[in-house]
């Protein structure tokens, strides 16, 4: 018996998994008897198969988690060979069968809490939580990486087949929450060369997608197409997996297979049967030969089902990411979404966005569905920016300032060609490291899938920006990157960037293969962070976890021994 309660009127946090950031992979390794996983009880010693897999838990409550100083909290435990304390009970790690039965289970119980990366950009800006003093603030979150000891489930003499990873923050209600529902994570795994197809590989076994904004990972590889299933994006496809989601509110939604790591098709219908299917709205390339993914945007309505095709053009096939977002993120002059560099395009859409109370006209024209971007200008010269390929008639503004209130016009137009070309196009001469706000609307209202292009052409390339792009301490994306080494040898990164920016911090152990850890997002000051758990920089000489032993801090390290980390900037 699990008992959960929440307090009415009370703000609380609230833990969520990321399911598309669970990254599983089956390895084969040999445990001594005297590691810390044996020793502890999270393996049997010898040769074992595993699953391994992260695990990004995040706090998107109103209020932080606080566990506070775990040597006088009864709920955590030390551990001796990991020299900090771990709280008992935060997550549970199952495997089951596709008719639900319990496989296997994880035995890695205890975790240390903290602040490891920021997702949610009205966040606090700098980490508060560590070891010493356990919790997650409102907007962050916390990582346990595949390489760290118990992030595996031991399928040692598993048989092949179609398998689901389960994984439960707060498993028994030990933590008071806002919401208990969203405590479970799955996505499907397939264990050697089985044959099967995926669970929703057929329409009637539909995977729910839950909330308002749902993110999930999944895969197509042996799907199959139903003798009536419609052909999805008008290609044949062959190898279809379905989703269902259910709107919460009569309001847009954007839905994309943005992730994925094949070329995606994507439809959106309507109907409890195949065979009465009513279309809503279909995609096979966001951009067409350049970006292959898909998305849609729609209006829905409130308690409606929409079924959810998703494909592979000509029958390709791989691992999935399904996302649908309910909200417009970028519907506010505070709230832009930011670009860089000297040329460029990104696409959004204007859909379902509003005007603010004080925001302008833009070109003149009340509009009323604006999108805004931000673009700091990497040196001095003339840029231009259009809306070329957005299929509405677009209105275009740029400005400077700080806020709505204070934004000063720098450069407006309504079309490019009256009559001939509605889309729009400005051109100014930018001034290096100056913030731009660019408005993109829609002519008395208009909207849609939006494309915002630019291009710079500089009028000299400076000294002082030549320094800061060949500094040693510049990270890719134009970010310099720090570091803290923080007890019990975890490593924290500083970056500063951009403001409001993302950034996928990478890992690498030898300067040629990055591996993707988790995505961080900076502050209004540009100031990002992240705490990687697997580090072991110790003055005391302990190994290094993941890129081999002699990690000793103030000893000159080779490419094999050392480990070295990126920031990547995110479009």
């Not at 996983?37 to 695990?55: C, H, K, N, V, Y």
């Not at 309507?270 to 096979?284: C, E, I």
């Not at 591996?515 to 990687?532: E, H, K, M």
Request: net charge negative; proline share 4%.
């Amino acid at each position: 018996l699990t008992l959960r309660w929440v307090q009415a009127n009370v703000a609380l946090p609230d833990l969520v998994i990321f399911s598309s950031a669970i990254n599983p992979q089956i390895v084969t390794e040999t445990f001594s008897t005297s590691s810390c996983a044996a020793m502890e009880g999270l393996i049997a010693p010898g040769a074992r198969r595993l699953i391994r897999f992260d695990t990004q838990t995040a706090n998107q409550g109103s209020t932080a988690l606080v566990l506070g100083n775990p040597t006088t909290n009864p709920h955590f435990v030390f551990a001796n060979c990991h020299a900090h304390y771990h709280f008992q009970n935060y997550m549970a790690y199952r495997l089951r069968r596709q008719d639900g039965q319990l496989a296997a289970i994880g035995l890695k119980v205890g975790f240390c809490i903290l602040d490891t990366f920021r997702f949610d950009t009205s966040a606090p800006g700098t980490p508060l939580y560590n070891c010493a003093n356990q919790g997650i603030q409102r907007g962050w979150g916390d990582l346990y990486s595949s390489t760290l000891d118990g992030q595996w489930i031991d399928i040692t003499g598993l048989p092949d087949g179609n398998y689901i990873i389960e994984l439960e923050v707060n498993p028994v209600g030990i933590l008071q929450e806002s919401d208990y529902s969203n405590n479970i994570t799955t996505i499907p795994i397939a264990i050697g060369n089985s044959s099967s197809p995926p669970l929703n590989d057929n329409f009637a076994n539909a995977q729910t997608l839950l909330g308002t904004s749902p993110s999930v990972a999944g895969a197509n590889v042996n799907a199959t197409k139903e003798n009536i299933e419609p052909n999805h994006s008008g290609n044949t496809g062959g190898k279809s997996v379905w989703y269902q989601w259910t709107a919460s509110a009569t309001k847009t939604v954007t839905i994309d297979t943005v992730g994925s790591n094949f070329d995606t098709l994507l439809a959106i219908y309507t109907g409890n049967a195949l065979n009465n299917l009513t279309l809503v709205t279909n995609n096979n390339d966001i951009i067409h030969s350049a970006n292959l993914q898909s998305r849609v945007t729609f209006n829905a309505i409130a308690g409606t089902v929409y079924r959810i095709a998703v494909d592979g053009f000509n029958g390709a096939n791989g691992n999935i990411i399904v996302t649908a977002n309910q909200t417009v993120a970028n519907d506010s002059y505070a709230a832009c979404i930011f670009t860089g560099g000297v040329i460029g395009s990104i696409s959004g859409s204007s859909v379902g966005a509003t005007k603010e109370s004080n925001e302008p006209d833009h070109a003149g024209n009340t509009g009323g569905h604006s999108t805004w971007y931000c673009w700091t200008a990497p040196l001095d010269g003339s840029v231009t920016f259009d809306t070329i390929g957005s299929p509405f008639n677009t209105l275009l503004a740029v400005y400077t300032g700080s806020s709505v209130n204070s934004a000063t016009l720098v450069a407006s137009n309504d079309d490019i060609d009256a009559g001939a070309n509605l889309q729009s196009r400005v051109t100014f001469n930018a001034v290096g490291l100056t913030m731009y706000h660019i408005a993109v609307d829609g002519f008395n209202g208009d909207s849609g899938n939006a494309m915002l292009n630019w291009s710079l052409t500089a009028a000299g390339l400076s000294s002082r920006m030549v320094s800061l792009a060949t500094g040693p301490n510049y990270g890719a994306g134009g970010a310099v990157l720090s570091y803290n080494l923080l007890p019990e040898g975890m490593f924290q990164l500083g970056i500063t960037g951009q403001p409001q920016k993302r950034y996928s911090i990478e890992r690498s152990c030898d300067l040629v293969t990055w591996i993707p850890l988790t995505t961080t997002v900076a502050d209004f000051a540009g100031q990002a962070w992240f705490t990687d758990k697997a580090a072991r920089h110790l003055t005391t000489g302990s190994g290094d976890s993941v890129c081999g032993p002699n990690q000793v801090l103030g000893v000159t390290m080779s490419a094999v021994e050392a480990r070295f980390y990126r920031a990547v900037a995110l479009p």
